[in-house]
């Protein structure tokens, strides 16, 4: 590749909500002169991440939309990973749902990303998506929680139904450790236990 950050990519439905966006993202990506690539699915993403992940870096840009139609744990699944392989290069499109107060809320102090909805200008999206592809744009988020590594895989194993045993095993670690990272996580979150996410 001649230079660096090749790609914008955009993970989401085809929908008549997310199409105005990725014509938003083809016209950043054309007056950048990068190439927008559209993904379907996060898991879908996760199979053709390689092609896009060189060693010096080839992706400026990660649109991520999250739908209301996925459950709580699998968004919440999806929006960890996705922050911490791209710190400082995600933006997030966050579709209305039910418990609007308590995702924004766990959005502003969590994840290092510029988080749209469905109420922003079409001028604030297509500024923030020009200005988020040029080198000169700089990112610096103000978290107030951050999960650890090991805390991101113990989430993601328990929002994928793995069990304490399993994942003790997996990570090489006891089972008490497992229940301490995952009542460490529960807290962060301001829950008293990661079972509540499945009541949203």
């Avoid at 939309?65 to 929006?79: D, F």
């Avoid at 209305?96 to 922003?120: C, G, I, M």
């Avoid at 080198?135 to 590594?149: A, D, E, G, Q, V």
Wanted: charged letters at 20%.
């Amino acid at each position: 590749m001649s230079q660096l950050e090749d790609y914008i990519v955009f993970i989401g439905q085809e929908n008549i909500q997310h199409q105005g966006l990725r014509i938003l993202v083809d016209e950043a990506a054309l007056m950048q002169d990068k190439q927008p690539v559209f993904i379907d699915s996060f898991d879908t993403w996760q199979q053709k991440a390689s092609m896009y992940s060189q060693p010096e870096g080839s992706i400026s840009t990660i649109v991520l939309c999250l739908t209301s139609e996925m459950s709580l744990p699998l968004w919440l699944s999806t929006l960890l990973t996705t922050s911490s392989l791209y710190l400082g290069r995600l933006v997030i499109f966050l579709e209305q749902r039910k418990h609007d107060s308590w995702v924004v809320n766990f959005l502003q102090r969590t994840v290092p990303a510029v988080v749209l909805d469905e109420y922003s200008t079409i001028w604030r999206v297509s500024d923030i998506l020009k200005g988020k592809t040029s080198r000169n744009f700089s990112l610096k988020p103000h978290r107030k929680i951050t999960f650890t590594r090991m805390e991101i895989d113990i989430l993601n194993g328990f929002f994928h139904g793995e069990s304490v045993a399993a994942q003790a095993r997996k990570l090489g670690i006891s089972h008490k450790t497992v229940y301490i990272h995952r009542h460490n996580c529960a807290k962060k979150m301001g829950l008293r236990n990661l079972k509540m996410l499945f009541a949203f």
